[in-house]
């Protein structure tokens, strides 16, 4: 019984919305990095929205069902097939015992999400099921998984069991499906939206004009911790002393070589470097769907536009929940 | 008793934090002014508070906008880092005392130099001093712990004796292993997990600092005091056991 992985691709790990209430002992929050997608899984499967799932990196994951289960997949289309056929993303999906579920190759995005009905059943760790890798904790026994694992999905809530029994009497999918525009952004090159960061008076004018106006490239050295960029430089008025502080997921820090780099999920709970912008919340998804090579455009608004944004973002999440709510009483 | 309000400048982190900058530099009064800060913000967590962080001379407020714009009665459409705002700066208007609560005292073993410390011998010659000088020096020091970030449980420390104080490695170590002690500038920390760091590293601890299964999760807390030993490497060995069957 449960799901054994076949092939692991190259990082796929078990992730929730992240570890909170633990940063002020240096514990990082970690979580999806695509939180949305993350959400609207869970949501498909009659789970609680911050359930931990599968963050699946790219390629190569393959996973063999030893018992049926309801899942369903979103994020970045990695082209996940069943037994060798083109499966769809983005509604309820019945696997049954015995198949494969494989993701091949990127064709769009970068991290696909798989959310099991029932959740995952690892233990939380300060409250949290996301696989923290430096430290060894959460997850899969802290670690990415790997070859011959084997791990179990938890009892599925009433709307799970429903949705699970109406696939088992005809096809193993809805017809209907998610319409995830609006959630995620799955382009090579996008408009990222900012507002200022602390120390964005001390840099010089010039290179202000450059961030918000230039192309910054995606280097190869972009994990679940950091994207470096690559770009006009970017250089303070005068050198100064920061002292450490906190930061947080989407921080833009500017070290002495000019080139900026962007906090992601697994980020240090404290940092000292200057920080020019802060991603608006709404945009991290994006951003979290982007890879090497991948290009930048920053643009600026205002903090009451970044908080309009995101409970715009909720109120549609919200609207979603009814819509599928809806759409399951049309099914009985 | 007095109120915390003065000397408070609140600004956004984003969307979803916001900064309280509580004066400038390292200082022991700012760092009990933090403290005391944290203290009321965790006695009396306004909605959609998700969980502060302590560092030198700010704390960082994390807030889900979501749940503080609904939680707000007024209706008066604010957006949600002005109600999160108003409510900070209301709860900072409170009368407080300074705790009498005793400082904690954390006594460090440390196994200087060998392969334990293999930057004891260089911080040495950056002096002009003997090693045991320096561990004399390093170990005869007081330390406060100001915050915790960078990993899992790594002391941010002042105190160090500046006799000692040496700049970091031009070449950063890829793999630092954890319990090392180090110096950096004026700074002295101790790694808890394995990390790359530039830091030069004088000793190593068989004491664990973080601590996953445990709450708190680590060893050392903002505001302990802390004090190294030195130990020899059948005590390091001793204490490993020690821990292992506890």
Same mark, same amino acid.
């Given at each position: 019984m449960g799901i054994k992985v076949l092939q692991p691709g190259m990082l796929t790990t078990i992730q929730d919305l992240g570890r909170y209430g633990v940063q002020k002992f240096g514990v990082i929050v970690g979580g999806a990095m695509d939180? *949305?997608? +993350?959400? *609207?899984?869970?949501? +498909?499967?009659?789970?609680s929205h911050d359930e931990g799932g599968l963050e699946v990196t790219l390629f190569g994951t393959t996973l063999l069902f030893e018992s049926d289960e309801l899942i369903a997949i979103t994020g970045g289309n990695l082209r996940p097939t069943l037994d060798g056929e083109e499966v769809p993303m983005w509604r309820p999906l019945l696997v049954q015992k015995g198949s494969v579920l494989k993701f091949h190759a990127a064709v769009s995005g970068c991290r696909a999400y798989v959310s099991f009905s029932g959740g995952i059943q690892v233990p939380e760790v300060m409250n949290s099921k996301s696989t923290y890798l430096r430290a060894g904790i959460g997850g899969f026994h802290g670690r990415k998984l790997q070859k011959k694992d084997v791990f179990e999905c938890g009892v599925r809530s009433a709307v799970g069991e429903e949705l699970f029994q109406q696939l088992q009497t005809e096809s193993i999918y809805f017809p209907w499906f998610v319409n995830y525009t609006s959630f995620v952004n799955l382009q090579k090159t996008k408009t990222i939206r900012i507002i200022r960061g602390s120390e964005y008076e001390r840099f010089d004018e010039e290179s202000i004009k450059n961030f918000l106006s230039m192309p910054y490239k995606i280097t190869t050295q972009a994990d679940r911790m950091g994207y470096r960029l690559e770009g006009e430089e970017i250089q303070l008025k005068a050198p100064f002393e920061l002292l450490s502080e906190g930061v947080t997921y989407g921080t833009i820090q500017v070290p002495s070589n000019g080139q900026p780099i962007i906090l992601m999920a697994d980020r240090q709970t404290t940092g000292g470097y200057p920080k020019i912008g802060q991603i608006i919340s709404t945009d991290l998804p994006f951003l979290a769907q982007m890879q090497a090579t991948d290009t930048i455009h920053f643009q600026e608004v205002t903090l009451e536009e970044a908080q309009k944004a995101l409970l715009h973002q909720e109120k549609q999440l919200n609207e979603l929940r009814m819509a599928l709510r809806f759409r399951r009483l049309q099914y009985k | 008793m007095f109120t915390l309000k003065e000397d408070v400048q609140i600004r956004p982190l984003g969307d979803a934090a916001l900064v309280l900058q509580v004066g400038h530099g390292i200082d022991e009064a700012i &760092?009990?002014?933090?403290?005391?800060?944290?203290? +009321?913000?965790?006695? &009396? $967590?306004?909605?959609?508070?998700?969980?502060?962080? $302590?560092?030198?001379? %700010?704390?960082?407020?994390? =807030?889900?906008?979501?749940?503080? =714009?609904?939680s707000n009665r007024k209706k008066d459409n604010k957006i949600p880092f002005e109600i999160v705002k108003n409510c900070i700066l209301e709860l900072l208007t409170k009368s407080v005392s300074v705790e009498?609560?005793?400082?904690?005292?954390?006594?460090? $073993?440390?196994? =200087?130099?060998?392969?334990?410390?293999?930057? +004891?011998? =260089?911080?040495? %010659?950056?002096h002009g001093l003997t090693p045991s000088e320096v561990i004399e020096l390093h170990s005869s020091g007081d330390y406060l712990v100001f915050m915790l970030g960078f990993a899992p449980g790594f002391p941010f420390m002042g105190g160090l004796n500046q006799q000692i104080a040496t700049p970091r490695k031009d070449t950063p170590r890829l793999a630092i292993p954890p319990g090392s002690v180090g110096i950096a500038g004026s700074q002295t920390g101790i790694y808890p997990l394995e990390t790359p760091g530039g830091w030069q590293i004088i000793g190593r601890t068989p004491q664990s600092l973080f601590l996953p299964n445990q709450t708190p999760p680590t060893l050392l807390q903002p505001g302990d005091r802390i004090r190294f030993y030195p130990i020899t490497m059948e005590e390091y060995n001793h204490h490993l056991e020690v821990a292992t069957w506890a």
């Open positions: 939180p *949305i997608s +993350l959400r *609207i899984a869970n949501i +498909l499967v009659g789970n | &760092h009990k002014r933090v403290k005391l800060i944290m203290n +009321l913000l965790e006695s &009396h $967590p306004f909605e959609g508070l998700i969980e502060t962080v $302590p560092a030198y001379n %700010s704390v960082t407020i994390y =807030y889900n906008p979501v749940d503080v =714009y609904f009498s609560t005793k400082e904690r005292i954390v006594k460090i $073993p440390v196994v =200087y130099g060998g392969d334990m410390g293999p930057d +004891l011998e =260089y911080v040495a %010659s950056y």
